[in-house]
């Protein structure tokens, strides 16, 4: 009976483990889609940035945005970004909320529509996924692409 008991006390203590993780990246991705939110609707190539690594490369796959794919060094993935967005007389970025999940050990993806509008008033609308890991204690994007 004590040996069950300890077992049914571990059992309670992994799980409760496992359950806390999970709120925990549940919470983390909720700050990360909120950040790529107000950095996309406010156009700052700072804010933009923050969203990357500055010492590696970004997998990326961008067609209606830019013409890139491969990997890319933050600056030009900043640079890109920035000026489509700078183009656009009205932009929003609606990140699923429901989306924001672990791809796997250690990653968050942040799947979202981002929502333009040129000065003619034509509107243009691209899903995106990004996939963040956490690089020096902070969550980065690994990766970014559009999606169909």
């Known amino acids: 009976m004590r040996r069950f008991l300890s ?25 990360i889609s ?5 950095a996309f609707e406010a156009r700052d190539a700072a804010a933009l940035a923050s969203l990357f690594p500055s010492d590696r490369k970004v997998r990326v796959s961008l067609d209606r945005i830019a013409d890139l ?23 929003r970025f609606d990140a699923d909320t429901g989306g924001g999940k672990g791809g ?6 942040v799947r979202g529509t981002l929502i333009t509008r040129d000065g003619s008033g034509r509107r243009e609308r691209i899903g995106m996924v990004f996939s963040f890991e956490n690089v020096e204690g902070d969550w980065r994007a690994v990766e970014v692409r559009e999606t169909g």
């Open 34 to 38: 909120e950040r790529v939110v107000r």
């Open 104 to 109: 796997g050990s250690g990653t968050i993806r």
């Open 69 to 91: 794919k491969g990997y890319i060094g933050p600056g030009p993935l900043v640079e890109a970004l920035r000026r489509y967005l700078s183009s656009k007389a009205e932009i």
């Open 7 to 31: 077992f049914a006390a571990a059992c309670v203590i992994v799980l409760g483990s496992a359950a806390s993780a999970s709120r925990s990246v549940a919470a983390a991705a909720e700050q």
